[in-house]
């Protein structure tokens, strides 16, 4: 799955957020969710994610996501140790499932899936082995 | 005391409430979130942080610059 079709299911799912790039750690746009304004929206998010990596935490843990609460609206950034995903979502989010939705799309990004999305099996036109056996 | 009077104090004391709530909810402030589940909350005068207010700022401009 390409990069833009996991922005567009992150805005199908997530009604709460209003634009989101993916950025590298490094800096380098990856996408966003208008092309025109993506690398405007990456370059910022890399540079909100780069200074908030410099906080001084409580332990020497790496900082993996950060929510910046503004009188409008609210920004919200996970990362990983490749990539960076921040969007911008509606005054007073649902934060744990705009945390959730980026941190999904983070692992989607990364080749994981979903642990709580059952996985598709493949099906070989038989019956199931236990169907009937008790009977 | 009459249940009219007992009504009217249930019904300032949810609107106290109320506008108490929604008056801290739209309080600026910064979560940076650990990767062993600590947590450290910011307010916008904070002198380590203050700048990344500014730069979240930017990231909405940014993203109404997206929107426009």
């Known amino acids: 799955m390409d990069v833009k079709s996991l922005l567009a299911d992150l805005?199908?799912?997530?009604?709460?957020?209003?634009?989101?790039?993916?950025?590298?750690?490094?800096?380098?746009?990856?996408?966003?969710?208008?092309?025109?304004?993506?690398?405007?929206?990456?370059?910022?998010?890399?540079?909100?994610?780069?200074?908030?990596n410099d906080v001084s935490g409580p332990t020497d843990q790496a900082l993996v996501q950060l929510q910046v609460s503004l009188s409008g609206s609210c920004v919200f950034i996970a990362q990983d140790e490749q990539h960076a995903i921040g969007c911008v979502t509606v005054p007073h989010p649902t934060a744990g499932l705009v945390f959730y939705d980026l941190k999904s799309t983070l692992r989607r990004l990364a080749g994981d899936h979903d642990d709580l999305v059952p996985k598709p099996i493949e099906w070989d036109g038989a019956d199931k082995p236990d169907a009937g056996s008790d009977a | 005391m009459?249940?009219?009077?007992?009504?009217?104090?249930?019904?300032a004391i949810g609107s106290a409430l109320f506008f108490w709530r929604k008056r801290r909810g739209d309080r600026e402030r910064l979560d940076l979130y650990y990767a062993d589940g600590s947590m450290i909350s910011f307010a916008p005068d904070a002198a380590d942080t203050a700048n990344l207010f500014s730069l979240a700022r930017d990231v909405v401009g940014a993203a109404e610059k997206n929107e426009a």
């Open chain 2, 2 to 11: 009459s249940a009219r009077r007992v009504l009217f104090g249930l019904v």
């Open chain 1, 11 to 52: 805005l199908e799912v997530s009604g709460q957020v209003e634009a989101a790039a993916i950025v590298t750690r490094a800096g380098e746009v990856v996408a966003g969710t208008d092309e025109e304004s993506a690398a405007a929206l990456g370059t910022a998010i890399h540079g909100l994610a780069g200074s908030a």
